[in-house]
């Protein structure tokens, strides 16, 4: 009897033991698994913190590449048919305000055809007195000089109003030396249009400059920025193969 007792207890506690061992076995599996989890998680994360990261580099580069698409798009359109929206919208900007002018000091007519009547003198405003590609190039130097929205805006403004001006005062001056009967006013008139003109549009920018604190330079920025987003993004590609292989 002593002896089955004895065996009993020794059953009772292997089972005891058993069970014991069976929770520990089930709890330390828990364990694992939450740690296992753990890193799966983390790893998720991570994977995800870098697919955003990714993507929100994309959409910066994605936004600066579209930004430049419509800036060099824009001059395309305006070179369409020979500047023709450049002259559709300054040739009367330059007609009537020299009419006005020359109507105040000679009492001019504005016939048709941008002709103006004043002192027995029949002027007419062709294409290159409105000075299109002068408008057309200022643009040029404006939209292919990375920049602020707003500071772009302001900047167009200033050098085309600045151009629109100087070229009416330029018109009706030599309108004054003709009446007058200027001996070398085919050749001066030559002159400033080829060589003062260049000068003029030159002198606008670098102003234009100036005042709007433009340390970019036309075109050579915009590749130069390209070419650091391309060699940025390749180092960021290397960079993150290195840490997964670690």
């Known amino acids: 009897m002593e002896f089955s007792v004895k065996y009993l207890d020794i059953i009772i506690n292997n089972?005891?033991?058993?069970?014991?061992?069976?929770?520990?076995?089930?709890?330390?599996?828990?364990?694992?698994?939450?740690?296992?989890?753990?890193?799966?998680?983390?790893?998720?994360?991570?994977?995800?913190?870098?697919?955003?990261?990714?993507?929100?580099?994309?959409?910066?580069?994605?936004?600066?590449?579209?930004?430049?698409?419509?800036?060099?798009?824009?001059?395309?359109?305006?070179?369409?048919?020979?500047l023709y929206l450049i002259y559709l919208v300054f040739t009367p900007l330059t007609v009537y305000p020299v009419y006005f002018i020359l109507k105040a000091i000679y009492n001019a007519t504005l016939l048709e055809g941008n002709v103006i009547f004043f002192k027995g003198v029949y002027a007419e405003l062709i294409t290159a007195c409105i000075a299109g590609a002068a408008y057309y190039f200022l643009l040029i130097l404006n939209l292919t000089t990375p920049m602020k929205i707003k500071k772009r805006i302001y900047s167009i403004l200033f050098i085309l109003a600045s151009f629109l001006a100087i070229n009416i005062i330029r018109i009706a001056i030599f309108a004054f030396l003709l009446v007058r009967g200027f001996e070398y006013f085919d050749i001066t008139h030559k002159i400033v249009w080829y060589i003062g003109s260049t000068i003029l549009v030159l002198a606008i920018w670098f102003v234009n400059v100036y005042l709007f604190r433009i340390k970019e330079i036309p075109i050579y920025s915009d590749i130069k920025n390209i070419v650091k987003d391309v060699k940025k993004k390749k180092v960021s590609r290397k960079d993150r193969k290195k840490e997964k292989n670690e």
């Open 15 to 82: 089972e005891t033991l058993a069970r014991y061992y069976l929770q520990f076995k089930i709890i330390f599996i828990c364990i694992l698994n939450i740690i296992k989890a753990k890193f799966i998680f983390l790893n998720i994360l991570t994977e995800t913190k870098d697919f955003y990261k990714d993507l929100s580099l994309g959409l910066m580069e994605l936004e600066e590449a579209f930004e430049i698409v419509i800036r060099y798009s824009i001059l395309l359109i305006l070179a369409f048919q020979s």
